[in-house]
């Protein structure tokens, strides 16, 4: 069965956990997040919390992550994965308004 590789690309993300731009993708039937990379685009460091949503609990990828001015951070790494199971939400926040760029890439129904 061929795989389905996707992407999604998030600029500017907001700094409440309410905000609707604080959501990166909604899992579909048990999809695997197999990378996550977040870049400070300010000048000045900033830190970013990544969750998934599941109903109204919030669980941490990472929280307060510090990243440097110009820096960037992959949450995923040598080869591990994430699965979203259905109506999961990935979402992440900055403590600085137009600070980062997250972008994310999963396989879509594994």
């Known amino acids: 069965m061929a795989q389905d590789f996707r992407r999604v690309l998030q600029d500017d993300l907001p700094t409440s956990h309410n905000d609707t731009n604080s959501l990166l993708w909604t899992g579909g039937d048990y999809d695997a997040v197999?990378?996550?990379r977040c870049a400070n685009i300010s000048s000045?460091?900033?830190t970013?919390?990544?969750y998934i949503r599941n109903s109204s609990t919030d669980y941490y990828l990472v929280k307060g992550a510090s990243i440097p001015p110009g820096g960037s951070i992959e949450l995923i790494q040598g080869g591990a994965k994430?699965?979203?199971a259905s109506g999961d939400t990935l979402e992440a926040v900055s403590d600085t308004a137009?600070?980062?760029d997250v972008a994310v890439s999963y396989?879509?129904?594994i």
């Open 34 to 36: 197999i990378g996550i």
């Open 44 to 46: 000045s460091a900033v």
């Open 48 to 50: 970013v919390d990544v």
């Open 82 to 84: 994430i699965v979203l």
């Open 98 to 100: 137009s600070s980062l």
């Open 107 to 109: 396989i879509d129904t």
